[in-house]
């Protein structure tokens, strides 16, 4: 059974850190590309951030570029998403999605950015 659990998210002031994780099983994980997305009310799902599958390569989003920070542990089956300096208009539904041969996701986890 494939299962991507998210956590990390909570509710976090302006300027503060969170580190999200997203553990994967069931399917071959190092053979993924990994994609951080999130999904503000209103707003469409948009890609965050990604990380190919033997972690040499990432991209992100303009907004997002050099506040988050993707990695991956491959020993672990884990990607992570370090969010630093964080705004308001971070907040979201943030996803995980695996995609390679199948595209897989999470249930996602809140991130709120608030004083």
């Known amino acids: 059974q494939v299962q991507l659990v998210e956590s990390g998210g909570g509710l976090v002031q302006p300027g503060g850190s969170l580190r999200l994780s997203c553990a994967a099983s069931?399917?071959?994980?190092?053979?993924?590309?990994m994609n951080w997305y999130r999904q503000a009310p209103g707003k469409e799902r948009e890609l965050v951030a990604g990380?190919?599958?033997?972690?040499?390569?990432?991209n992100y989003a303009d907004s997002v570029k050099g506040r988050f920070t993707i990695s991956r542990d491959n020993a672990r089956n884990t990607v992570y998403l370090q969010m630093n300096s964080l705004k308001p208009e971070d907040t979201a539904v943030y996803y995980c999605?695996?995609?390679?041969?199948?595209?897989?996701w999470g249930q996602g986890t809140q991130v709120t950015v608030s004083s």
């Open positions: 999605n695996a995609i390679g041969f199948y595209n897989y």
């Open positions: 069931g399917f071959s994980f190092s053979r993924y590309t």
């Open positions: 990380i190919t599958s033997a972690g040499g390569s990432t």
